[in-house]
């Protein structure tokens, strides 16, 4: 079974500064999609950024970028240039890649993140 | 936005009573799911759907049933509600007809089982 760790239940940052979220799991698979999801206090679950495991290159998306490492099994979440709409809840999550139709996102426990003004 | 709704959007309930949320979508995706959201457990897989009559169990599927009679609409009921099934409820939606592609979510429903 695939497991997904956030060890950073909190964070918080000065608007406008650079902050990483870091995220580890575990997996036998080879082939997987890692995400991370944005969740404000309106519980909307926000896609920020996919990742292809067979993908070397990191995905961005703007103002947040990924630092994935295949073989430490870690995908942290960067957001530089900080905003106040930043604060949220950020889930990092894993699926595998075998298109059974039984894929499913597991997903960490999540890094409550907050941008101070 | 993935033309996504779900209703209630807030329900309180009493134990023992049955409850069906409803997740309805507007642009013909294949795959849909349900997730429940606790403190301390992320989301979690309750059941999904790969068609029209087509469904099958995710991790916490225990006390929960689903149903989609319709490409567009997908149905969780918890038969006899109990306090811990307390939680807020997602659906989601995997677009572009492939399984392993992202899954956009709903905007949620609290349920309150006193």
């Known amino acids: 079974a695939q497991t997904v760790t956030q060890s950073q239940p909190e964070m918080s940052v000065q608007e406008a500064e650079t902050v990483t979220l870091s995220c580890t799991y575990d997996?036998?698979?080879?082939?997987?999609?890692l995400f991370w999801y944005k969740q404000p206090p309106s519980r909307q679950m926000i896609l920020v950024i996919r990742?292809?495991?067979?993908?070397?290159q990191n995905a961005t998306e703007n103002r947040f970028s990924v630092n994935f490492q295949k073989a430490a099994k870690s995908f942290s979440l960067k957001i530089s240039d900080s905003q106040l709409g930043d604060t949220a809840m950020y889930f990092c999550a894993f699926m595998k890649s075998r298109g059974f139709g039984n894929e499913k996102l597991t997903f960490g426990t999540g890094t409550r993140l907050t941008i101070i003004p | 936005d993935a033309g996504i709704t779900q209703s209630p959007r807030h329900k309180v309930t009493e134990t023992g009573t049955p409850v069906t949320l409803r997740c309805h979508q507007t642009e013909n995706h294949r795959y849909m799911y349900w997730y429940r959201q606790d403190p301390g457990h992320g989301l979690r897989l309750i059941h999904y759907s790969y068609g029209v009559k087509d469904t099958d169990k995710g991790e916490v599927s225990d006390g929960y049933s689903v149903s989609r009679s319709k490409t567009e609409d997908f149905l969780l009921t918890l038969e006899s509600a109990t306090s811990s099934q307390t939680s807020v409820y997602f659906c989601?939606?995997?677009?572009?007809?492939?399984?392993?592609?992202?899954?956009?979510f709903g905007p949620g429903t609290r349920l309150l089982v006193l």
């Open positions: 997996t036998s698979e080879n082939n997987y999609y």
């Open positions: 989601a939606i995997s677009e572009g007809g492939k399984p392993q592609e992202t899954q956009y």
């Open positions: 990742q292809e495991a067979y993908k070397q």
